[in-house]
């Protein structure tokens, strides 16, 4: 998600959905890699980043999922 605002897992996970819709249009694709690129939202948003994208490699259609981009400083907010 683009700003500091927390989002719940739920809003994050149709938003990753809504991003497989405009890669792949057709139905039964998938996405290789989906990485937290920063950290923002603190704790909360942390977390509820981490089980959307959890829950969308559980179900099939994110292959691997990772954090690039992250410090110390952004366990500290």
Not at 14 to 19: E, H, I, N, V
Not at 45 to 60: C, P, S, T, Y
Request: hydrophobic share 40%; charged share 20%.
């Amino acid at each position: 998600m683009p700003t500091h605002k927390v989002y719940s897992a739920d809003a994050v996970y149709k938003y990753l959905r809504s991003s497989l819709q405009k890669l792949d249009p057709g139905d039964g694709g998938y996405i290789d890699l989906m990485l937290i690129h920063a950290a923002w939202g603190g704790q909360e948003g942390r977390a509820n980043n981490w089980a959307a994208l959890a829950r969308a490699q559980k179900e099939g259609w994110v292959k691997d999922i990772g954090v690039s981009n992250l410090c110390v400083a952004a366990f500290q907010t």
